[in-house]
Structures are given as C-alpha cells and as structure tokens.
C-alpha cells in the first residue's frame, strides 16, 4: 500500500509559479509511474505531467508543456511538479497519483491505484 501527501498549492497571479510536492511512504519501491492530474469545477480529472520510473521517462499534457516540469528527490520519497508561467486556466485542483501496473496508459486517471488529497492552485490574472 502507498500513501501519498499532496501539499503546496496557493494562490498566484497569472505569469506566477508554485512548486507543489507529493511525500510518498509505505510500499514506494511498487511504483512504475508517479503522474500529476488536475480537475476545475465542473470538469474531468485530466492528466498534467508524468514521470516513469523506469528510465526517468516524462511526459507532459500538450496545455503545459514547457511551463511544467516534474522531478523527484528519492531520498525523500518526494515527487514535485513546479508550475511556472501560470495562467488563469491552470487553476484547479492538483492531485498526485501513483501506478504500481505497467504499460502505454499512463495518462489515464483509472490507471493509478493510490492518490493524494489534493490541492488547490488559484491563478488570478
């Protein structure tokens, strides 16, 4: 079993950046991929940014990439996902999900087994 924590988000202007972070314990060593989702009120769950463990692959949505860069620190079983160059249709809340299954379909929420809290991201402009 793996938990996972979510911290980070706020409130920024637009042309801002946060970095949020996703602490990870128990069965961490059982991850193929650790990704980030988003949801706005009213929306579906969609896919950011994912890291795949094997090979250190990534992998970002077409709306961020090049704004968006996720990393991870494995002494700290911590994974983040700074945000720059913000805009307004980036606000939502940010969740951080882990997948222990293998394979082309990591952008799909139903893919991942364990999820954090989530966290809001506001971006004014």
């Known amino acids: 079993q793996v938990q996972l924590a979510d911290s980070g988000g706020g409130l920024v202007q637009a042309g801002g950046s946060l970095r949020l972070s996703c602490a990870a314990s128990?069965?961490?060593?059982?991850?193929?991929?650790v990704a980030w989702f988003r949801q706005a009120p009213g929306k579906e769950r969609e896919f950011v940014a994912a890291e795949i463990w094997s090979g250190g692959i990534t992998n970002y949505a077409d709306s961020v990439k090049g704004r968006f860069t996720i990393s991870r620190d494995n002494a700290k079983n911590t994974v983040y996902l700074q945000m720059n160059s913000l805009k307004p249709e980036d606000t939502a809340v940010y969740y951080c999900?882990?997948?222990?299954?293998?394979?082309?379909?990591?952008?799909?929420?139903?893919?991942?087994?364990?999820w954090g809290q989530g966290t809001q991201v506001t971006v004014s402009s």
């Open positions: 999900a882990a997948r222990t299954n293998t394979g082309p379909y990591f952008q799909r929420p139903n893919e991942y087994s364990a």
């Open positions: 128990g069965r961490t060593f059982s991850y193929s991929a």
